[in-house]
């Protein structure tokens, strides 16, 4: 008896040690190590602490910036603007320094390349395209990695969609699923743009003729391009889809809303409830997805088939079992990438958008003229919305100075030479889009002013680098969505400016802020008038 409960205090106490081995190692010696070899190559920034890295500082300069921001905003009528209209005085497209505040204050200290650490994650920050030109050159697409700390915060979001897919995983569902975004493809869902953008049109007509000409035009459009993307990836009644939409909403706000705490060890102990919330809104949204996929396989009606969804799966059924083919689990995570990756993206997009027309009214002019030259006089002719060259510059100008995707991340799976630095294996990236496209040395001292004709002749506005305009990321892992948008956003567009002027509405306060995307804080409200 004594001998026996000797052995299992010894077993007992050997494995205690070796879980305490375990957790020191990769919370406090893999970390450490990282931090030596960063240091060595003259990598500098923020000094850190352990558990939580930078996180406490983030949230103080947070906290200061907020507050700061609602003094100026209640004391201030003077505050810099680039805008034109009435409505507007106080909005201000220099919003680098709200949304990212600690970036831009640590910018200051440690120049545009600095490392920062989320917890016991170091993280490269990039607002340099010279070394992001440097960096991305020798890397396969490939052969980049996306951070594991986000691949698991996001896993209920994405799973191991295209957004998360690595190496060879990668580089066959980026094979299988290119094609079903072709040209022919994005053709036949342009009806079904024009019926979900005119429902919400009339709706608005409705609204107007009963008195209320304020309308959050954000919320209106998030919902429109909910239904939109719902269709054109699965082609179901909206009913299904919005299911999917409301709960992929839902687990958003659960995961972003609050203070997180990334890459902190043991962290998502500390609201064990938001967890597990979460957990059980992606069994659920995944769930309702695999009720689609079945009614997708049992049916043969041919519409299903002009879907994402019906087009991956022909993609199963012409390739049989040559190894092309996705799994049930695949299509899963596929589905909800492009429901996630592709509704919020393009209605910030087209929002953002009526924001800065509204800012802007001779804009607004200057694309009707345009609608009425390319697309017909009387009846809009939606093959032709591509020719929409103005409208064009104006999506690109406002993917520059909003741009959806505020930033770009990847983790190196291998060390990188960056002239004579070295970034270790492991690294963690975050490229600063907003930082790069409001960047004066990159634009110009109008850096921050909404002139979309800097888009005319040149496909990168006239920035000085190539690499710093990334609205759609870069290299190999480029959105594979961008075609979508853009037909989307002309059609939409051009529907909306077809029927209304707007202007934007006094009770608008100007708050861009980060929920994963970048989105008006306190919503959109603009005042409609019917044309
Ligand atoms: C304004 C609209 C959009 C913006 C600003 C946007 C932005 C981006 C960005 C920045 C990336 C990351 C690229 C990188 O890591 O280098 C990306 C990737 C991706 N986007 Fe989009 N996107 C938009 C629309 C869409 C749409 C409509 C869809 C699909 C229906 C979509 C699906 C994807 C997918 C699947 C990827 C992963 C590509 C890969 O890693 O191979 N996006 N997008």
């Not at 979460?278 to 009720?291: Q, V």
């Not at 520059?400 to 505020?406: E, K």
């Amino acid at each position: 008896m004594g001998v026996l409960f000797q052995v299992l205090i010894f077993s007992f106490l050997g494995s205690f040690f070796n879980v305490i081995w375990r957790i020191l190692f990769s919370c406090w010696i893999l970390p450490g190590r990282a931090h030596m070899k960063l240091k060595k190559n003259g990598f500098r920034g923020p000094t850190p602490n352990f558990p939580l890295g930078n996180h406490g500082e983030i949230n103080r300069i947070r906290r200061e910036a907020t507050v700061s921001s609602s003094s100026s905003s209640s004391s201030s009528s003077s505050s810099s603007s680039s805008s034109s209209s009435s409505g507007s005085s106080k909005i201000s497209n220099d919003i680098h320094s709200s949304v990212f505040p600690y970036f831009s204050q640590w910018q200051k200290s440690h120049g545009k390349v600095f490392i920062y650490w989320l917890g016991t994650e170091p993280f490269l920050y990039i607002a340099d395209p010279d070394f992001l030109k440097e960096m991305a050159s020798g890397v396969m697409g490939k052969s980049w990695g996306k951070p594991r700390v986000f691949k698991h915060d996001r896993e209920p979001m994405f799973g191991n969609g295209l957004v998360m897919a690595e190496g060879d995983e990668w580089v066959r569902h980026r094979h299988v699923i290119t094609p079903a975004f072709s040209p022919a493809n994005l053709k036949a869902m342009s009806s079904l743009m024009v019926e979900s953008t005119t429902k919400m049109l009339d709706k608005w007509t409705a609204l107007i003729n009963s008195g209320n000409h304020e309308i959050d035009v954000e919320r209106e459009i998030t919902a429109t391009a909910g239904e939109i993307i719902a269709k054109a990836s699965f082609g179901i009644s909206y009913e299904n889809g919005s299911k999917v939409f409301e709960k992929l909403r839902a687990m958003q706000i659960t995961l972003f809303k609050s203070n997180r705490y990334v890459g902190v060890p043991f962290s998502k102990l500390i609201s064990p409830k938001k967890t597990i919330e979460a957990k059980n809104l992606g069994n659920e949204i995944d769930a309702l997805l695999l009720s689609i996929i079945k009614a997708h396989k049992n049916s043969n009606d041919g519409r299903s088939q002009k879907d994402l969804l019906g087009l991956l799966l022909q993609v199963d059924r012409v390739n049989g079992m040559s190894g092309k083919m996705l799994t049930t689990r695949q299509l899963v995570d596929e589905c909800k990438t492009f429901f996630f990756g592709g509704h919020e993206t393009t209605a910030l997009a087209l929002s953002w958008t009526l924001l800065l027309l509204a800012m802007h009214p001779e804009w607004q002019n200057i694309l009707r003229e345009e609608i009425r030259e390319v697309t017909g006089d009387k009846e809009i002719d939606f093959t032709k919305v591509a020719g929409l060259k103005k409208m064009g510059w104006v999506m690109n100008e406002v993917l520059r100075l909003y741009p959806p995707s505020p930033n770009v991340q990847r983790q190196a799976r291998e060390d990188i030479r960056v002239n004579d630095l070295l970034i270790p294996n492991g690294t963690n990236m975050w490229i600063d889009v907003v930082a790069m496209h409001h960047d004066p040395k990159l634009w110009g001292e109008d850096a921050n002013e909404f002139k979309p004709e800097r888009f005319k002749d040149d496909l990168y506005g006239g920035c000085r680098h190539k690499m710093g305009f990334l609205p759609f990321g870069f290299g190999g892992r480029m959105c594979i969505g961008r075609n979508l948008t853009a037909m989307e956003y002309k059609i939409v567009l051009t529907l909306i400016l077809s029927r209304f002027s707007f202007s934007v509405s006094p009770t608008y306060s100007h708050s861009p802020a980060i929920l994963l995307s970048l989105r008006p804080g306190n919503g959109l409200q603009l005042i409609l008038q019917p044309i």
